[in-house]
């Protein structure tokens, strides 16, 4: 098998040339809706049930799903104190099967509970909203909201160290100018 080596005399091809690296802006974010069209993430602020705030005024998001106790408790004990009175021979089959109904539609209803949406304002007192649904499609809303809200800040942060360095900088020749117009 012949191999083709340069011989020394042979020039080297010349490098490719390097590509010019572009400064391009990132992508615009999009804009995320929820299900049910009451939360909305833009790039700069999020608005839930028509109130609109600034992604720079809020520190986080939280969602808890909450159950409702008092559906939940009024159900387990409507289906227990009927299933107990039937067993005890205190009502009929039909009153029975009616009330056990009830009280597991009753238990099924505060078991779907709800999304507890906190918002943590800078400065302010904490904002509740509640909200229906899957609680699995809220949390990946609010992991991107949280991400946004980081990155706003983040932002923000460069750029006032940038312009704080930039009169740092114009205060030291500005001093610099001043002591050797006086030597």
């Not at 098998?1 to 391009?24: F, G, I, R």
């Not at 909203?129 to 499609?137: C, H, L, M, R, V």
Request: a negative charge; hydrophobic letters at 45%.
């Amino acid at each position: 098998m012949p191999t083709h080596e340069p011989s020394p005399a042979e020039p080297l091809p010349p490098p490719p040339d390097p590509e010019p690296v572009l400064t391009a802006q990132p992508a615009p974010l999009p804009t995320l809706r929820s299900e049910n069209g009451r939360l909305e993430l833009t790039a700069d602020s999020l608005t839930v049930n028509g109130q609109r705030y600034g992604l720079l005024e809020l520190e986080g998001l939280d969602v808890q799903p909450v159950r409702w106790l008092l559906w939940f408790m009024l159900g387990g004990l409507v289906l227990a104190g009927f299933t107990l009175a039937f067993l005890q021979n205190w009502i009929r089959t039909m009153p029975a099967m009616f009330g056990m109904a009830v009280g597991a539609l009753l238990l099924a209803y505060g078991n779907r509970g709800a999304n507890r949406l906190r918002l943590y304002r800078l400065g302010r007192e904490t904002v509740y909203y509640s909200f229906a649904g899957a609680s699995e499609s809220w949390l990946k809303l609010v992991a991107e909201a949280n991400r946004r809200i980081r990155q706003r800040h983040d932002e923000a942060a460069a750029l006032a160290a940038a312009i704080y360095q930039a009169e740092l900088d114009a205060a030291n020749a500005a001093a610099a100018e001043a002591s050797e117009t006086t030597d």
